[in-house]
Nanobody, 115 residues
Framework: QVQLVESGGGLVQSGGSLRLSCAAS????????MGWYRQGPGNQRDLVAR???????NYADSVKGRFTITRDNDKNTVYLQMNSLKPEDTALYYCKLTTPRYIYWGQGTQVTVSS
């Protein structure tokens, strides 16, 4: 059984930085995509950034140039470095692991950016 454990959320002032981590444990197929999604109050869950096991990345337009996604395949861990945070980045951030057969979600970590 695969589990995703997120960490690194919190409260930060506008312009500040946070680094999210998501560690996957269990039987994980080596070819996969790991990503971060976020859901604000009353909103749908949207893609923030994702990275394949080969290192290809995609970003939402709203975070390009501010957020960077990386991964450590040996540790099955994905990171999201968030810089120049804005109040509109406030949301519950979820980690997602996609394999050829299954999709897994973490429990979410709250990010709150004060103005």
């Amino acid at each position: 059984q695969v589990q995703l454990v997120e960490s690194g959320g919190g409260l930060v002032q506008s312009g500040g930085s946070l680094r999210l981590s998501c560690a996957a444990s269990g039987s994980i197929f080596s070819i996969n995509t790991m990503g971060w999604y976020r859901q604000g109050p009353g909103n749908q869950r949207d893609l923030v950034a994702r990275i394949t096991s080969g290192g290809s990345t995609n970003y939402a337009d709203s975070v390009k140039g501010r957020f960077t996604i990386t991964r450590d395949n040996d540790k099955n861990t994905v990171y999201l470095q968030m810089n120049s945070l804005k109040p509109e980045d406030t949301a519950l951030y979820y980690c997602k692991l996609t394999t050829p057969r299954y999709i897994y979600w973490g429990q979410g970590t709250q990010v709150t950016v004060s103005s």
